[in-house]
Structure formats: structure tokens, C-alpha cells
């Protein structure tokens, strides 16, 4: 039997080779089972020494200040979770998504150090009686008292020092975004007006109904009344006169779900067979029974709005808003630029 070695992990090759000189000569089915078992843990050991090398790679260099592997994976882990959720099922996809975090999260972290790098070199003055205030309104509001903070550092393996040192370049980023980026950045009308001409059709609102439901879980319990027997005959009383809020009131609890206010949808926002009932109605009729293998649904129209464009003076503030970002990117790369042409940046 060969095991390959690719780290070069001489220690651990020989303690496999000992281990397996030491198994009894069993049958061939438990030899293979012991073999494989003895390979994952030589591969498991070695992943993690690897993964501790690779925590100490350097990613890029801002002029004497470096960007570990470890720093961008951490941020990368913030929301690496939402992506993996959103394309399990699709992995280049994921591993696409996934390499454009990372080089985000880099350019993040390179531009936070040529800030910092600007701070240090720029001549600037910041009493370490300002850091000790922000480090215990930090305290405060997030972690209550010192101890708690002493307790949750040492979960993650980092020292008070640390702790105040992050504060300290959070406040000096943040201060100098400031000044170098006008928060009186100011947008227009003019500017506003142009945009909504042109992305018109990203202020379209499409047909919208507004739903009340009585939702009737099914239930293979044989004691329990079926859902669609109870969604029958909650529809015949509101046939004969009673409204439909007086019926959702009666329905047991633990069978439905109501929403008492109703909620808007438009087609995209509703299972097909819900959507195609509750767009056939008009305001203050109520569906048929719609019975799914989960539930028998009562649907009643509150309300309705057909399509139509959201007027500017709707749009305006969203708008505004997105103008402001935009320029304020803008801003800030014309800064990194400057940056970049007076520091020694690189990246690996």
C-alpha cells in the first residue's frame, strides 16, 4: 500500500507507517476500512497545517504594512454564508461569486491601509485620551461591561490591545473618509430629473393586489378536521353574509395563518396557483377553495393597483440617494488613485 505525502509531512508519514505496521492482520474488507480511515486523518491533519500556513501568506504589501490570506478570508467568512445559501446548487457559479468577494474584500482591505498609511505620513495629531473614550462607549453599547469584553475576546483569540487597535483605525478610517470625501456632496434636481428620464423603466410598478388569507394547513392526523371540509364551509358562511374578518377570527389558530392588515404582491410574490386567483378578483371578492398538497388557502382582495410608472416625485429620494452613493464612490477612487501613485502598493 503507497500513501503520497504531498506536504512533505515526514513526521506524520512515519506515524501513519507506525500505526498501520501495528494493526493485526485482519481480513482484507477491515484492512481497507483501516486504511482509509488512517488516509483521512493523515489528509485531515495535513489540510490544517496547510490552512495554518496559508493564514500567514501575504496577499499584498501597503507600503511596511502587509495583507494576510487570514485577514481577507475573515472578511470574506462575514458573508460567505448568503452566497453559499444562494447557489448551492450551482458551484462555478459559487466559486465565481466567491473569487469576486475575495478580490473585493482585498481592495477593502488595501484601501483601509493606504488611509491609514495617509494618517501616519500626513502629520495628523490623535490623543489616545480620544481612543480611550471610544473604546468604553464601544464597551458600553456593545458589550455591556469589561468583563463581558474580556470574556468574548478570549472566544475569539484576541488580546485587548488588538481590541483597541481595531477601534483606533475604525475611527481614523472613518474620519479621514470624511475629510477627503465632502459629506455635502449635493445632487440636483437637474441630475435627478435626467436620471429618472433615463432608467425609466426602473421605477415600473406592476399590477399589485392587496390579500387577506385564511391559510388551512393540511393534516394527515385522521382526529383532526381535513382542510379542505373547514375551508368549505368557512366559504359557504361568507357566502350567506358573514365577512370575511369575522371567519378568519373563528379559524383555529393552530390551523391558519391570517394577516390581519393584508399585505401587498404583485404576480412574482405568489405561488402560481394563489397569484392566478387572487389576480382573477376584484376588490372585496374572495377566492374559491385553492388547495395545494400543504394547505387550502381562502384569498380576499383588499384592494388593488394596476401598473403604472412611479411618478419623480415618488422616486425622487431613492434616487437621490443612489446619486449620492454613486458620487461618493466616485470620490473615494480618485482619492485611492492619488494614494496609490505616493505609496509602494503590492499584491501577490
Known amino acids: ?48 497545517r496547510v490552512r495554518g500556513e496559508l493564514a500567514d501568506a501575504i496577499e499584498a504589501v501597503v507600503h511596511d504594512s502587509v495583507i494576510t490570506y487570514e485577514e481577507v478570508e475573515g472578511l470574506t467568512d462575514q458573508t460567505s454564508d448568503v452566497l453559499r445559501r ?25 484601501d483601509r491601509q493606504l488611509i491609514l498609511h495617509d494618517f501616519k505620513t500626513g502629520g495628523y495629531n490623535l490623543p489616545e485620551s480620544v481612543i480611550d473614550e471610544l473604546v468604553q462607549e464601544r464597551i458600553r453599547g456593545r458589550y455591556g461591561d469589561r468583563a463581558t469584553l474580556t470574556k468574548t475576546l478570549q472566544a475569539q483569540g484576541m488580546s485587548y490591545e488588538k481590541f483597541r487597535q481595531q477601534v483606533r483605525e475604525q475611527f481614523i478610517v472613518e474620519v479621514m473618509r470624511q475629510k477627503n470625501i465632502s459629506s455635502e456632496v449635493i445632487i440636483s434636481p437637474h441630475k435627478v430629473e435626467v436620471y429618472y428620464q433615463a432608467h425609466q423603466q426602473e421605477f415600473k410598478e406592476e399590477d399589485k393586489v392587496k390579500v387577506r388569507m385564511i391559510v388551512l394547513k393540511q393534516s394527515s392526523d385522521p382526529e383532526t378536521p381535513q382542510a379542505r ?26 390551523r391558519s395563518q391570517r394577516n390581519p392588515e393584508g399585505e401587498w404582491f404583485d404576480k412574482t410574490q405568489l405561488r402560481k396557483e394563489l397569484a392566478d386567483a387572487a389576480f382573477s378578483l376584484k376588490k372585496g371578492e374572495t ?24 411618478p419623480i416625485s415618488e422616486a425622487r429620494d431613492s434616487i437621490e440617494r443612489d446619486l449620492l452613493t454613486h458620487e461618493r464612490a466616485r470620490l473615494e477612487k480618485q482619492w485611492m488613485d492619488r494614494l496609490k501613485k505616493t505609496t509602494f502598493v503590492r499584491s501577490f
Do not use: W
Not at 507507517?17 to 495535513?46: C, D
Not at 444562494?86 to 488595501?110: C, G, I, T, V
Not at 375551508?231 to 379559524?251: C, Q, T, W
Not at 377566492?287 to 412611479?310: G, M, N, Q, R
Open 1 to 48: 500500500m503507497v500513501f503520497v505525502n504531498p506536504a512533505g509531512d515526514a513526521e506524520g508519514f512515519r506515524t501513519l507507517l507506525t500505526v498501520e505496521r501495528a494493526v493485526p492482520k485482519l481480513g482484507a474488507t477491515r484492512m481497507r476500512i483501516s486504511a482509509t480511515i488512517l488516509a483521512t486523518a493523515l489528509i485531515a491533519s495535513l489540510t490544517a
Open 86 to 110: 444562494d447557489f448551492r446548487y450551482q458551484p462555478e457559479l459559487l466559486q465565481k461569486k466567491m473569487d469576486e468577494l475575495r478580490s473585493a474584500n482585498l481592495e477593502k482591505l488595501l
Open 229 to 254: 371540509k373547514m375551508a368549505e364551509e368557512i366559504l359557504a358562511k361568507i357566502k350567506a353574509g358573514a365577512s370575511f374578518d369575522e371567519m378568519a377570527k373563528e379559524v383555529d389558530l393552530q
Open 287 to 310: 377566492s374559491e377553495v385553492i388547495e395545494t398538497p400543504e394547505a387550502c388557502y381562502l384569498i380576499h382582495v383588499e384592494d388593488t393597483k394596476a401598473a403604472h410608472f412611479k
